[in-house]
């Protein structure tokens, strides 16, 4: 069944909204997505995985359709909310799958809650230690532009992205735009809350197998793929050539695969 099914969960900060594709008694796949994206950058990865389990992509909490219940963001808050998900959908125990952001959060989920995570697949996944956090610190904005009375922001906003994406894939720039709008004056709060993330502190507790993979030319992530290897020695780097920032919703076959092979080496 591959058909996608879209719901809400009533959870601790009020309705989440979530996507999902296959049968509901097969082994889960909860897919998390970067910022400040939404469900749909897995909008053509869910069938893909859906034919083999049960995919689940969910609206992190304050994104797409979700609501944040004015809890403050933070990557161990999104983290909670994505396991009160797992409860509402009756789901012991899912392999989780984070881009991005999502990734950032798939680490913060096994780490609190490693009984619930069977295994992790990072996609693009940044690592944030202290080096990390000063470096951030002294960069601008990454997605934040001035609001204009005549709409030129939203000209600013696709053009901040536009050279980290595909040439010829205005498509993926107006599915990103479309979530950025979403979210409004808070388009910062998940760089923000990845930005201030002590992944250094939490790594250490992973032990399920892991997957790293690497969009190849992914110029924020890439480079962080062998420091993520030598803090989770069980994961294997996988690079997907021609990658970029949008990899799920840029090569979802590519991306489906490489996750469902990973998921077919596991007991």
């Keep these: 069944m591959t058909t996608i099914r879209r719901a809400f969960a009533d959870l601790s900060v009020g309705q989440v909204h979530y996507a999902a594709c296959g049968e509901p008694d097969a082994r889960a796949v909860l897919l998390l997505h970067q910022s400040p994206r939404s469900w749909a950058e897995y909008r053509a990865v869910l069938p893909l995985v859906g034919a083999h389990r049960h995919a689940i992509a969910m609206d992190t909490a304050g994104f797409g359709d979700s609501s944040d219940g004015g809890v403050p963001a933070s990557i161990e808050q999104w983290a909670r909310v994505a396991c009160e998900l797992l409860d509402a959908l009756g789901v012991a125990q899912a392999d989780v799958v984070g881009h991005h952001t999502g990734g950032v959060v798939a680490v913060e989920l096994a780490a609190a809650f490693p009984d619930r995570v069977r295994s992790l697949v990072l996609s693009s996944t940044p690592y944030t230690d202290e080096p990390f956090r000063r470096a951030r610190?002294?960069?601008?904005?990454?997605?934040?532009?001035?609001?204009?009375?005549?709409?030129?922001?939203?000209?600013?906003?696709?053009?901040?992205?536009?050279?980290?994406?595909?040439?010829?894939?205005?498509?993926?720039?107006?599915?990103?735009?479309?979530?950025?709008?979403?979210?409004?004056?808070?388009?910062?709060?998940?760089?923000?809350?990845?930005?201030?993330?002590?992944m250094e502190d939490r790594i250490g507790?992973?032990?399920?197998?892991?997957?790293?993979?690497?969009?190849?030319?992914?110029?924020?992530?890439?480079?962080?793929?062998?420091?993520?290897?030598?803090?989770?020695?069980?994961?294997?780097?996988v690079d997907i050539e021609g990658g970029m920032v949008p990899l799920p919703d840029q090569m979802p076959e590519a991306f489906a695969r490489t996750v469902l092979e990973f998921l077919s080496t596991l007991p």
Excluded: M, N
Excluded at 166 to 178: C, K, S, W
């Design 137 to 198: 610190a002294q960069r601008p904005p990454i997605d934040e532009v001035a609001p204009s009375e005549d709409g030129t922001h939203l000209a600013a906003l696709w053009q901040k992205r536009q050279g980290f994406y595909p040439a010829g894939r205005a498509d993926l720039l107006e599915a990103f735009v479309l979530d950025a709008l979403k979210v409004g004056h808070r388009v910062e709060e998940g760089h923000r809350a990845v930005a201030s993330y002590r």
């Design 205 to 237: 507790r992973i032990a399920q197998p892991a997957l790293i993979v690497r969009a190849t030319d992914d110029p924020f992530a890439a480079p962080h793929a062998a420091e993520l290897q030598h803090h989770l020695p069980q994961a294997r780097i």
